[in-house]
Every structure is written in C-alpha cells, then in structure tokens.
C-alpha cells in the first residue's frame, strides 16, 4: 500500500504542514486507491 500511496506527490513529499492535514491526505489517497478498479 506505502508504494502505491508514494504515486501521490502529497503523499510522497509530506507538504501538509499539520498531522492532521497530511493523515487526511493519506485516507483520501488510500480510498482513491481502493476504489480504482
């Protein structure tokens, strides 16, 4: 899953500036990635 969330530039480079910022981040990349068939 890290590997296929690093495709995100958000993700990979950690540019949210709070905790809670970059974990939204990672839940909507994460869901994103769940849903893509």
Known sequence: ???RLKEWRAVATRYEKTATSF?????IAAAADWIKP
């Open 1 to 3: 899953l890290w590997a």
């Open 23 to 27: 974990l939204a981040v990672i839940h």
